[in-house]
């Protein structure tokens, strides 16, 4: 989304030096055009036709013409080079801060996965030396943490993995499979205790 505004940004710079460029090219195409009249009117210098006169104007106009047309094509040149530079430096901006978000959400992740960890084996000590009544309940809790645990790990691998582009659905796939884990974790804290 930042990366269409600032090309479109840059764009409409190098429109407007465009624009500008061929405002001089008009103003000088009217300048001809006048000097053309007043050349086959009174241009004529002593001994000289009114041919030769128009000659000599419609030459120096057109010098003039070839001049502003190449100032022209290197206003919309440098225009567009100054276009893809920024645009460029938009790029790689995004995709900077989107490496740094993924890191972001990677690292929480791993927080969460190490807190949780530990909790599991205390859990499954407890379910094993529970009674024949509760052992069955206490397992099944500490098999859906288990379960939760390896999905969350599943989803951070292909996170991690992914590339600057591609990484917000992954992280919103990771953020539901961590909510499971949540959900999972409360279950087993309300049997097991903190």
Known sequence: MMRRRVIRACGLRAV???????KEIAKLSLVV??????GSMIGCEEGESAGDATKRVVGNAAEKTGDALGSA????????????DKAGDAVDAVSEAAM???????????DKLAEI????????EKAAAA????????????????????????????????????????????????????????AAMAKFGG
């Not at 225009?79 to 893809?84: E, I, P, Y």
């Open 16 to 22: 407007l030096k465009g624009k500008k460029a061929m």
């Open 33 to 38: 055009s006048c000097a053309l009249f007043a």
């Open 73 to 84: 094509g290197e206003s919309v040149k440098d225009a567009g080079a100054a276009v893809a």
């Open 100 to 110: 740094k978000a993924k890191d972001a959400t990677v690292k929480a992740a791993e």
């Open 117 to 124: 960890k530990p909790k599991i084996d205390a859990w499954a």
């Open 131 to 186: 009674s024949p009544i509760e052992k069955p309940v206490m397992e099944n809790l500490v098999k859906g943490v288990k379960d939760n645990v390896a999905g969350v790990e599943s989803k951070l691998g292909e996170l991690k993995n992914a590339a600057a582009d591609k990484w917000e659905p992954l992280s919103k796939e990771l953020g539901s499979a961590l909510s499971g884990l949540e959900n999972a974790v409360k």
